[in-house]
């Protein structure tokens, strides 16, 4: 170990995918003294430690993709960013004007 480098066991490695599965499956068999009903128990309930092992966190439920939205191209005389804030202070000027009638309103029919 003249490298400097630790040396790890199988349960020693940080972040390993297999271990984080046992260890979920191992705390809840502590506390409630029987498997989970869940992919990694079944797995190691039919294939024990190895199963975890080969085939660790099993296929997932969902599969998410990431696509890219198209942008218009950058203008120095035209900024959509200023156009959409805009918008926004628009509505928020309109929504404070309604507030404003409403408070004038309710002050007149309250005398």
Known sequence: ????????GWFDR???????????LRAHVIEHGRLPSSLAAARFARRGLAGLIEWPQGERAWRAELLGARRPGWSPHHDARVDALAAVFAVLLEAAGRLDARSEWWGRWAR
């Open 14 to 24: 940080p972040g390993e995918p297999a271990q984080s599965e046992y260890e979920v």
């Open 1 to 8: 170990m003249s490298s400097g480098h630790a040396q790890y």
